[in-house]
Every structure is written in structure tokens, then in C-alpha cells.
């Protein structure tokens, strides 16, 4: 019987561990694409308790934590950061066969060095004044963990219209160690159909980009200065959190006529708001190829289901889940029409239902053109499949219909620095995968091809790919 999470957890060959310990364990990580503070990491930011570098924000947690009966008030409510734990510790017995349970003992083992230990209401408090204490400690700052975890990049997720000043900031300090860059995350450009919301982005966007925003063609004006604005402050990429890609015929009369009529305060209609929308995206990529960025498309999330709770508590909080939206014919039309003038910028596509694995990993096959390898990517597991089944599948459909040696591997996609232990976890499932494949003569027993693969997926496909600025010194 093998010792939970001992040296070789998910390593179930002698090939599988040597590929994780001796090539794939001490890379460093490009994390490009996440939620993490760039405040948090521009101030060093220091945290007052294990609540609340590891609760706060974390809605995997909560969602968790709900349905094993604990109040509000002790997961985003008043209770002391005491309680919030205690109560989280209460949980985790409960998340035997979630990831969470792994999650939770990976993170508590790295970086805090808690091991032997398992977290429950017992081993609460212990737990919780010894996480406290280190994180006093300059190893336990968010750039302290950076180091500690082999960051290189780290490329936030921000809004138009954010000043970006973290990131400036940051680079001007010149601070050792993980660098950090903006994402261009326009989503709330496309938010017609609810125009009081969308008239107050649109200002602050004016705002931003210190013009007047009267009409469609002076939106996009001001899009294509926060653009260039983002690009100088080293953005290299773009993402898109979509129920799907809208990619509908229209007109610049449907466009136009849907943008004033927002703007003017009434409803737009789901036809009208879907034509605008398509409109938008496509000159978004464009901006993207013309600079070289990466964009990123994260399709299928049914989010804000609880009506109830959202009102109370707001979005981003738990209430999410799988959606089931027709994906396939859209976001073949939409890659198509930039594909037809050459304008594909290099593509990332995240699904978040597993049954569109394949759906996904054929799509990009579609688009490669030979410009660069791997330039039409089948991003990693995500949201509710970044776990060891999801992985695994995730892994298997690329393995079938692409080419896994080009794969740019994974990413956090987490509001909390002590997430990266999920990258030791994809390399630990990686290197078992190509393990059992060379030890069943599925995989030739060739060291150099093997470490090669594993080497490449787990970091250097993502420098070559991701066209930011590293410290070399750090890679």
C-alpha cells in the first residue's frame, strides 16, 4: 500500500518518477495566464493569516465549504479569520476524491513544509499558527513566494481601462525574480445587453483613454489606444472569457445602430447584442495579430446561476458551473474569417465542458498554417477539469489529435499564490502518462526523447510561444 502523498504521488512507474524528479520538478513556471493581485505582487503585500492567502477569494473553497453546510458568515461574511479557518479545516475531511483534498496537503507540504500532518478540525489550530508565523517571514511575501515556487512571468488578467500602475511600478523597481505583465481582458466591451452597466464602462473607458466616446467608431478608437497603451506596458496577450465565440454576419448599419442604442439607455436585443458582439471580438483580433499578441479564449462557462446569491454576494463568488453552448460552428466561422486575410493571431482555446475535448483539440488542427510550431493551441484543463481526471483527458485528446510536443502546458487560472503546487501536480500527471506509455512499449525508452517532451511541455514551449521579456538569468 502506497503512503499518501508520499515522494512519488501520481508517479506509478520507475520511468514516470525519474521523468518528474530528475527533469520536470525544478522548472520554472511562466504562468500566463492568471488572477493573481498585480497590487499584491507590485507591494510585496504581506498576509496577515492563512485565511487569507488561502481562503479569501478561493471559490473552489467556498463552493466546498457550502455544500458541506457552513454558514456564510464564515466563508465571505464577518466571521474572524480564526473561524473561517477553523471551519475550512472542518471541511477538508469531507473533500476526499474532490482535487481539494490534494490541493490542500500539496500546498500545505510546499511552501509551508507541513507534512505527515492531515488538515482537519483537530489539526486546525497548529496548522494555523505555524502557516501564520512563517508568513511573517520575507520567504512568505507574494514575491517571496514567486521566488520560492521558480516564477518567472506572471501575466495578470486586467480590464481596458485599469491604470496598470502595479505593473509599472514593478518594472520600474526592477525587482528581482517574477516578472510582471497585463492581460487584455475586454469582456465588458460586448455587455450591451445590459446598457446601465455598459454605459458606465464605456465612461470610465473614455476616461482611460482621455477622449469621447459618442459613437461605434470612437469606441473602437479608444479601444485601439488602451491597446497600444497596454502593448507598452509589455502585454503580450489577450483573453476572453465567452459563453461562446459570436462570429454572426452583420453590418455596420446592425453595429452602429446596436452601440446608440445602448448608449441611449434601452434594451438591446439578444439578435442586435450578438451582431455587436461579433463585430467587436473580430476587431479585437485584429489588434492582437497586428502586434504579435497571443489570444486567448476561455468558452463555456454558465455563470451568476444563483440570483439570490449573486445580489448578495456578487459575481465571481461560487456560483458558476459547465455550460452546454453550441461551440463548434462559431468559432469555426470566426477563426475562419481572420484565417482568410491571414490576421490568425497564435490562438489559445480553453473549453470548460469535457465533452468538447475533441471539439477543441480538432478545431485548432483546422488553423495550424506552418508559420510557427504549435501556433493553434488546445489550452490546458480548465476551471472544473483542472483536476487529475480532467488533466488526464485533457492530455489524451491533444495526445490523439495534435501534437503534444508543442504543447504550451499549463497555468494557474487562480486568484491565489499558493495555487502553484497545480503545476507540480500537471508535471507529476504529465510524466506518469508518458511513464505507463514507454513501460507498456506504447513509448520508445529513448531518455533524451522523453525528457526532451517532458521539459518542453512543462515550461520551454511556453517561452517560445508567449512573447514577453524574461530575466534569463532566472530561466
Known amino acids: 500500500m ?3 502523498l508520499d515522494d512519488d504521488f501520481l508517479l506509478e512507474t520507475r520511468t514516470a518518477a525519474a521523468l518528474f524528479h530528475e527533469v520536470a520538478r525544478d522548472l520554472p513556471i511562466l504562468d500566463y495566464h492568471c488572477h493573481l493581485s498585480p497590487d499584491q505582487i507590485a507591494k510585496n503585500h504581506r498576509f496577515r493569516s492563512l ?21 456564510e458568515r464564515l466563508i465571505t461574511g464577518d466571521g474572524s479569520d480564526w473561524e473561517k479557518f477553523e471551519a475550512w479545516a472542518q471541511t477538508v475531511p469531507a473533500t476526499l476524491r474532490n482535487p481539494l483534498y490534494h490541493w490542500t496537503h500539496m500546498e500545505l507540504r510546499r511552501p509551508f513544509g507541513i507534512t505527515g500532518t492531515l488538515l482537519d478540525g483537530r489539526s486546525a489550530r497548529a496548522i494555523y499558527d505555524r502557516g501564520n508565523e512563517l508568513l511573517q517571514t520575507d520567504e512568505f511575501t507574494t514575491q517571496g513566494l514567486l521566488r520560492q515556487f521558480k516564477v518567472v512571468a506572471v501575466c495578470s488578467t486586467d480590464d481596458p ?68 497603451f497596454f502593448h507598452e506596458a509589455g502585454c503580450r496577450a489577450s483573453d476572453h472569457g465567452l459563453e461562446r465565440l459570436s462570429a454572426d454576419e452583420y453590418t455596420e448599419a446592425d453595429v452602429r445602430g446596436a452601440f446608440d442604442q445602448a448608449r441611449a439607455g434601452r434594451a438591446v436585443s439578444g439578435d442586435q447584442a450578438s451582431r455587436f458582439k ?30 439570490r446569491l449573486l445580489q448578495q454576494l456578487g459575481p465571481d463568488t461560487g456560483f458558476d458551473s459547465m455550460g452546454d453552448f453550441e461551440q463548434a460552428r462559431p468559432l469555426s466561422r470566426f477563426l475562419d474569417r481572420l484565417d482568410r486575410t491571414d490576421q490568425l493571431a497564435r490562438t489559445i482555446l480553453y473549453n470548460n465542458n469535457p465533452r468538447d475535448n475533441e471539439l477543441m483539440a480538432t478545431m485548432v488542427g483546422n488553423f495550424q498554417d506552418g508559420s510557427l510550431p504549435g501556433k493553434m493551441q488546445y489550452g490546458s484543463a480548465w476551471w472544473f477539469m483542472d483536476q487529475k481526471d480532467g488533466m488526464e483527458r485533457q492530455i489524451e485528446a491533444l495526445s490523439n489529435m495534435g501534437l503534444l510536443a508543442r504543447f504550451v502546458g499549463m497555468v494557474t487560472d487562480s486568484r491565489s499564490f499558493l495555487s502553484y503546487p497545480r503545476h507540480e501536480y500537471f508535471r507529476r500527471l504529465l510524466c506518469n502518462i508518458v511513464g505507463k506509455d514507454v513501460e507498456t512499449g506504447l513509448m520508445p525508452a529513448d531518455r533524451g526523447l522523453l525528457a526532451g517532451l517532458v521539459r518542453d511541455v512543462c515550461f520551454f514551449n511556453a517561452k517560445a510561444y508567449i512573447p514577453v521579456e524574461l530575466d534569463e538569468s532566472a530561466v
Open 161 to 228: 481601462t485599469d491604470s496598470l500602475e502595479p505593473h509599472l511600478a514593478h518594472a520600474r523597481a526592477g525587482s528581482p525574480g517574477a516578472r510582471l505583465f497585463p492581460t487584455w481582458r475586454p469582456d465588458k466591451v460586448l455587455g450591451v445587453e445590459e446598457p446601465h452597466a455598459f454605459n458606465q464602462w464605456v465612461e470610465k473607458l473614455a476616461a482611460a483613454a482621455d477622449t469621447h466616446v459618442a459613437t461605434y467608431a470612437d469606441l473602437l478608437d479608444a479601444l485601439r489606444k488602451r491597446h497600444d
Open 51 to 71: 485565511t487569507e492567502i488561502w481562503l479569501e477569494g478561493d471559490h473552489y473553497k467556498w463552493r466546498a465549504m457550502r455544500a458541506n453546510g457552513v454558514p
Open 278 to 307: 461579433s463585430a467587436v471580438l473580430y476587431e479585437m483580433a485584429l489588434l492582437d495579430h497586428a502586434r504579435g499578441w497571443v489570444q486567448q479564449f476561455h468558452l463555456g462557462a454558465l455563470r451568476n446561476n444563483n440570483t
Open 2 to 4: 502506497r503512503t499518501f
